[in-house]
């Protein structure tokens, strides 16, 4: 995992973003440093703990489409691939891969789930 993260001032310094109680935007902060080179975090409740978030950030960040959480525990950061873009020579490919099968990259780099329905 890398040791810098960036963060895009067009996603953070929208309403949406800065609208979010400053407990529920610390949380996106230090989930997006602990995030793995495609966005994945394995741990999003330690991480909720170490912040001292509540539930409710959890469930904020999700009802504003800021990170997309899966069955296994794992979450990813919607907007991963704007905030970061990882050279070739040091990036690592993400373990989850069951849960990046369930992605789909839209045009403008922001992770959508696929619905079963695409799969068909």
């Not at 800021?66 to 919607?78: L, N």
Request: glycine share 4%; net charge positive.
């Amino acid at each position: 995992m890398a040791e810098k993260r960036m963060f895009a001032r067009s996603i953070i310094d929208s309403d949406a973003f800065l609208t979010m109680p400053q407990s529920t935007q610390n949380l996106y902060f230090h989930l997006g440093m602990r995030a793995d080179d495609d966005g994945f975090i394995n741990n999003p409740r330690s991480i909720q703990r170490i912040t001292g978030a509540s539930d409710d950030d959890v469930k904020i960040l999700c009802a504003k489409n800021f990170i997309i959480p899966f069955e296994s525990g794992v979450i990813v950061i919607k907007h991963w691939r704007i905030h970061n873009c990882i050279q070739r020579d040091r990036y690592k490919p993400t373990a989850y891969a069951d849960e990046m099968g369930r992605l789909a990259v839209k045009e403008n780099k922001v992770y959508t789930m696929i619905s079963q329905s695409d799969k068909i």
